[in-house]
DNA sequence: GTCAATTCACATGAAAGAGACCACGGTCTAGTG
DNA sequence: CTAGACCGTGGTCTCTTTCATGTGAATTGACGA
């Protein structure tokens, strides 16, 4: 009985052959369905081969539907082009809603100045000056610059459109360099938000991404898997269930792959030779869980709190599982008193269950009770069975 | 019965404060030649 | 004389409070039929 543990990982023969094909940051050699998209976007970009300045564009569509592959899939293309041809181009990828890197003007604008390889301080500096320095490099040298901001509509829901009017104005003062600026947004409406000038200069082009149907779901996930997995894992069906999920929620190819993954996962996991129908749906529970642990296990103190405050309020009056906001806030701060955490007001507190409603742990509407006021009306989303964990954990984080 | 005014219980916005982090420039100190 | 330690000032950023304003429909009460 000398096994040693790892054994039968290394034994058993694993369904992959490649994983990494189906994880999200890996780029295909071909995009199926977005000729279309992508021909245009390369249309726009054209000029730039010739050092002129392509119009700035701006890119809708839904998560999963292929914006920022296509967009890096295609500056790709025009850089090898560009090399080619000696024209001195460069493009600068930037996401704006990644957390302390590039979601408020200031980072912004330091994360630029990064990819340009200069050093700037995470913090201290007035943001003119920081400007001026991203100012410098760019008209250090005659080059034209494409700038990608992806996920643009959460840097502008934080900073309003500063950073898009400051960026968009500075080509007036550039005296060598150009350059132009290609916005993805899964936002449909946001750009109502930001001023007139602003919106009509940096929408000179728009190009919408739909959402993909099943069919075309299916047809991206075979083309992964067939190098993703070995030969014959797969069984009939299964791409299909797959893509069929995935389309339900508007078409999100992003989650199909991840979906096909987890279920070979689970299904190498448990020692069998084929991914079948049944690990599809294990698969989507795991997703879900591991993505709601993984948030409430991070969420700061106060997040936690007003949680749990939620949920144990939600438990206590069984059967109905809809609560408000001052029923929250009610126990909320009893749970303070309990713990001894300094409560925070009831202003916040709204805020908070906001957010908690964005991350998806819990559904939160507002409605009108007419005379009884006006109020958030609280359910939680989580499936039921993993209630239990969620509140063990938050008991233990908290101190209970 | 109808209709507009009222009213509740919060939602939502704006501004500003606290505290953490940081850069920069000036001043002080100790070590060196 | 100079390198490094040590301020003080001014900046960003996040989380929060304070103050103010908004809001949708059940309820109320006046009104006329």
Redesign the pocket.
């Known amino acids: 009985m000398k096994k040693n543990f790892f054994e039968r990982f290394f034994k058993q023969d694993s369904l992959f052959i490649n994983k990494r094909v189906l994880q999200s940051n890996y780029t295909p050699e071909t995009i199926p369905h977005r000729d279309e998209q992508i021909s245009q976007i390369a249309e726009i970009l054209a000029p730039a081969l010739k050092m002129e300045r392509p119009s700035n564009v701006f890119i809708y569509g839904k998560t999963g539907t292929g914006k920022t592959l296509s967009t890096r899939y295609i500056t790709q293309q025009l850089l090898n082009m560009a090399a080619e041809k000696g024209a001195d181009l460069r493009v600068v990828y930037v996401n704006c809603k990644l957390?302390?890197v590039a979601?408020?003007?200031?980072?912004l604008v330091?994360q630029l100045i990064r990819d340009f390889g200069q050093e700037i301080?995470?913090?201290?500096?007035?943001?003119?000056e920081v400007y001026k320095i991203f100012f410098d490099i760019l008209d250090s040298k005659r080059q034209l610059i494409i700038l990608v901001l992806d996920e643009i509509d959460q840097l502008i829901k934080?900073t309003g459109d500063e950073p898009l009017y400051n960026l968009t104005r500075i080509n007036e003062e550039l005296k060598k360099s150009q350059i132009s600026l290609i916005g993805i947004s899964n936002d449909l409406i946001f750009i109502d938000k930001i001023d007139p000038r602003v919106k009509s200069s940096l929408s000179e082009e728009e190009l919408v991404f739909p959402p993909y149907n099943a069919l075309q779901i299916q047809d991206i996930l075979k083309l992964r898997a067939k190098t993703a997995f070995k030969p014959g894992v797969i069984s009939e069906g299964v791409i299909e269930k797959c893509a069929a999920y995935a389309a339900r929620e508007h078409g999100d190819a992003r989650r199909a792959l991840e979906l096909l993954r987890v279920a070979g996962e689970v299904a190498e996991r448990s020692g069998v030779e084929r991914v079948g129908i049944q690990h599809i749906d294990e698969a989507d529970e795991k997703i879900e869980k591991d993505r709601v642990f993984d948030i409430v296990a991070t969420q700061?103190?106060?997040f936690q709190a007003t949680l749990y405050s939620i949920l144990t309020t939600g438990a206590s009056s069984k059967g109905k599982n809809l609560i408000?906001?001052?029923?929250i806030?009610e126990n909320y701060k009893k749970l303070c008193q309990q713990i001894g955490l300094?409560?925070?007001?009831?202003?916040?507190?709204?805020?908070?269950?906001?957010e908690l409603d964005m991350l998806g742990i819990i559904n939160?509407k507002?409605i009108?009770?007419?005379?009884?006021?006006?109020?958030?009306e609280v359910s939680i989303a989580t499936p039921p069975s993993s209630l239990p964990k969620i509140q063990k954990l938050l008991e233990d984080s908290l101190g209970l």
């Open positions: 957390k302390r979601d408020t003007e200031y980072r330091a301080p995470a913090t201290g500096l007035p943001t003119d934080k700061p103190k106060q408000f906001t001052g029923e806030y300094r409560p925070l007001t009831q202003r916040r507190v709204s805020d908070v269950i906001a939160a507002v009108s009770k007419g005379r009884y006021g006006r109020t958030r």
